[in-house]
């Protein structure tokens, strides 16, 4: 599309001015298109300058979420970007294209969501500018009880993302959630269609939302409490589209190794639940207490209950209190 080889030129050169005449003889196209192009960019947020006998500038300091801005990032290869300004929901929208047989690595990513959802059937707020969500497709050779691996790879994946873009320590709560001073700011959802004949997993859908900033207005009354954002006010260039790119080059090369001894390390160590009193939910039940004691490799929850059991806690909910 015309529209993204005008944004990729503008991009290698933030800051400097490059003319209409110059662009369009690059992309072999006609002025016209390229005043187009430029004009679309700039209604879908790009800040982009345009002075007469200069020609068009990206300004810098700019953190708009898009496909040719996140492709500019990325290490590995095997990954295809899909932006969509607005969205149902990644996960839902992907796993449609999972059943149509999209390959492995096809990844949509979003500025908001208008279902969002996240485990147990919640809703997960998805407002626009100041998040991502996204959602990667994945086709292992796994049986169904393996699939937890891959929810603790994109827990370290989303963990170190963040760490390498901000000057923070990201902890993990069992099984999937990303915390930050007592806040979440991450919450992850793996999806999975089983192929009933073999018994493995026909796909996997690694769904992930990171509050990058806090919205406009604050986050609604009923999270006001837990929720938290990973970034203050301070603009920071290509942020988002940064972020994303990190966590999807890091999924991909650790969904290829989730039995790394090293993955699992890292995922114990920032663990914040080991050693700690916490609440194991079950649905239609009331919260029992107990203690977080160790983590297995296969990452199930290994808690003793307050009679003195102890129990191996495979997948569920678990609440602790910071």
């Known amino acids: 599309m015309i529209r993204e080889e005008v944004l990729a030129a503008l991009s290698r ?10 662009l369009a003889a690059g992309l072999g196209v006609t002025r016209s298109a390229v005043w187009k192009a430029v004009s679309r960019l700039r209604q879908e947020g790009w800040p982009i300058e345009s002075v007469p006998r200069k020609g068009h500038r990206l300004n810098g300091g700019h953190d708009v979420l898009s496909a040719e801005g996140i492709r500019r990032f990325l290490t590995r290869p095997g990954l295809d970007v899909r932006f969509y300004p607005v969205i149902s929901s990644t996960n839902t929208v992907l796993k449609q294209l999972a059943l149509e047989d999209a390959p492995e690595g096809l990844a949509l990513v979003a500025g908001s969501q208008t279902a969002g959802r996240g485990r147990l059937g919640r809703s997960f707020y998805s407002p626009s500018g100041s998040g991502i969500y996204l959602s990667l497709l994945l086709r292992p050779s796994l049986k169904a009880s393996e699939a937890v691996r891959f929810t603790a790879c994109a827990a370290v994946a989303a963990a170190e993302a963040i760490e390498s873009l901000a000057d923070v320590r990201v902890g993990i709560k069992w099984v999937n959630d990303l915390f930050l001073g007592g806040r979440k700011v991450c919450g992850i959802l793996t999806e999975a269609g089983l192929d009933l004949e073999s018994g493995r997993l026909s796909y996997m859908i690694v ?31 290509d942020l988002r589209n940064r ?5 999807l080059d890091r999924l ?35 919260p029992l207490p107990a203690e977080a004691l160790e983590l297995a490799p296969d990452y199930s929850l290994r808690v003793r209950m307050a009679d003195g059991s102890v129990r191996l806690l495979h997948s569920g909910e678990i609440s602790i209190r910071f």
């Open 252 to 286: 991909m090369a650790y969904s290829a190794r989730p039995d790394d001894p090293a993955l699992f390390e890292s995922y114990r160590r920032r663990s914040v639940v080991l050693g700690r009193p916490i609440r194991v939910l079950e649905p239609g039940k009331e």
């Open 207 to 237: 769904g992930i939302g990171i509050n990058t900033r806090v919205p406009a207005g604050d986050f609604p009354e009923d999270i006001r409490d837990t929720a938290g954002a990973v970034f203050g006010d301070a603009p920071v260039p």
């Open 13 to 22: 050169a933030p800051g400097d001015f490059i003319s209409g005449g110059d």
């Open 243 to 247: 972020l994303a790119a990190g966590v």
